[in-house]
Nanobody, 123 residues
């Protein structure tokens, strides 16, 4: 059964850090594009960071560049989002996702999703 499960969310003060993890099961992660997305209350889901499965190129939303880092460990079937210098506007439900065909770091281009983990940043 194909499944993605996120962990690592929580409540943190502004300026703090969190590391999100996503563990996958039911398929080999090596050949898949990976991505992190988020959805704040009242807003649409947006791409935060992705890695292409064609050339390992990393993509970041402008709002998180220099603060967030995406990484993966294929042999462990896991990937991560290190989030530093968190701000209140980073508050959202964060989702991990995968797809065998990378097109762009947009939610509509990813077909397999985790259930989400809440990140809340207090001011």
């Amino acid at each position: 059964q194909v499944q993605l499960v996120e962990s690592g969310g929580g409540l943190v003060q502004s300026g703090g850090s969190l590391r999100l993890s996503c563990v996958v099961s039911g398929f080999t992660l090596d050949y898949y594009a990976i991505g992190w997305f988020r959805q704040a209350p009242g807003k649409g889901r947006e791409g935060v960071s992705c890695i292409s499965n064609y050339d390992d190129r990393e993509f970041y939303a402008d709002s998180v560049k220099g603060r967030f880092t995406i990484s993966r460990e294929n042999e462990k079937k896991m990937f991560y989002l290190q989030m530093n210098s968190l701000r209140p506007d980073d508050t959202a439900v964060y989702y991990c996702a995968t797809d065998p065909l990378f097109v762009s770091c947009e939610p509509t281009e990813f077909r397999t999703w985790g259930q989400g983990t809440q990140v809340t940043v207090s001011s």
